[in-house]
């Protein structure tokens, strides 16, 4: 069984910073990627950004230049550093792995309950 969990969500002013963390834990082989999606008050969840096992990352145009993602592959965490937070960026923020366990050789999508970030002064 494996098991995602998000921490560091919060209610921050605009222009400030936050960081959010994600533990995976479980019987996990490899991880070929992690990343963060957040899912807007009545949007559909979107990509954030993310980090392959090689370190080549990706961002939405959102993100670009304010938010940062960086990964641990020995403890299997994954960061968000988020800066110049504004009031859109409110939002559920899930934690996501691409990963394979011991059990089963092939690559599975999983997902993390979410952390609740919100922006407002």
């Known amino acids: 069984q494996v098991q995602l969990v998000e921490s560091g969500g919060g209610l921050v002013q605009p222009g400030g910073s936050l960081r959010l963390s994600c533990a995976a834990s479980?019987?996990?082989?490899?991880?070929?990627?992690m990343g963060w999606y957040r899912q807007l008050p009545g949007e559909e969840r979107e990509l954030v950004a993310l980090i392959t096992s090689g370190g080549n990352t990706r961002y939405a145009d959102s993100a670009k230049g304010r938010f940062t993602i960086t990964s641990d592959d020995v403890q299997k965490m994954v960061f968000l550093r988020m800066n110049s937070l504004e009031p859109e960026d409110t939002a559920v923020y899930y934690c996501n792995a691409v990963l394979n366990t011991y059990a089963g050789g092939r690559y599975m999508i999983y997902w993390g309950q979410g952390t609740q970030v919100t922006v407002s002064s």
């Open positions: 479980g019987s996990i082989n490899r991880i070929n990627a």
